[in-house]
């Protein structure tokens, strides 16, 4: 992992706030030169700091108005058992995050899909027709107080 001294810090919280920032602005913002400043964020980039560049996109706007969070048990652990699961999450468009964690619970997922027709279309693929979860609880959002894709360096 490389180490991030206070300049690569300022640079991730402008690229954070706009990544869309020209650079010789972001230059200026962070006291290098233009040649200076886009060598670092290469860096970052080569380095993995910066996995990619996106747009943040409103759900809402897209059509998938309907948020969950779904938390799971597995009833075996371990990737070879997951396998199946591992490539759907990846494929559908309605899953934005995926999470293995511990505690009470094996799983964690956030989907965003257009209603409940999809909803019950995705339960059916990922959680009904796999032998290896136990159970799944939904909790369908009905409000969002904060989601925000930034991380504080």
């Given at each position: 992992m490389a180490e991030l001294d206070q300049i690569d810090l300022k640079i991730l919280r402008q690229l954070q706030e706009n990544?869309?920032?020209?650079?010789?602005?972001?230059?200026?913002?962070?006291?290098l030169s233009p040649s200076a400043?886009?060598?670092?964020v290469a860096k970052l980039r080569e380095n993995g700091v910066i996995r990619k560049t996106v747009a943040?996109?409103?759900?809402?706007?897209?059509?998938?108005p309907l948020t969950a969070v779904i938390?799971?048990?597995?009833?075996?652990?371990?990737?070879?058992?997951?396998?199946d699961f591992i490539t759907k999450v990846k494929s559908l468009a309605a899953v934005q995050q995926c999470y293995l964690v511990t505690g009470e619970v094996t799983g964690v997922l956030v989907l965003?899909?257009?209603?409940?027709?999809?909803y019950t279309?995705?339960?059916?693929?990922?959680?009904?027709?796999?032998?290896n979860i136990v159970w799944y609880r939904t909790y369908i959002v009905t409000e969002t107080l904060k989601d925000d894709v930034t991380i504080a360096p």
């Amino acid at each position: 992992m490389a180490e991030l001294d206070q300049i690569d810090l300022k640079i991730l919280r402008q690229l954070q706030e706009n990544a869309d920032i020209p650079n010789t602005e972001l230059a200026e913002k962070i006291g290098l030169s233009p040649s200076a400043a886009l060598r670092r964020v290469a860096k970052l980039r080569e380095n993995g700091v910066i996995r990619k560049t996106v747009a943040v996109v409103d759900p809402a706007h897209i059509g998938r108005p309907l948020t969950a969070v779904i938390n799971l048990e597995f009833h075996r652990h371990g990737n070879h058992y997951r396998k199946d699961f591992i490539t759907k999450v990846k494929s559908l468009a309605a899953v934005q995050q995926c999470y293995l964690v511990t505690g009470e619970v094996t799983g964690v997922l956030v989907l965003h899909m257009r209603d409940m027709a999809e909803y019950t279309a995705l339960c059916e693929t990922l959680f009904d027709s796999d032998d290896n979860i136990v159970w799944y609880r939904t909790y369908i959002v009905t409000e969002t107080l904060k989601d925000d894709v930034t991380i504080a360096p």
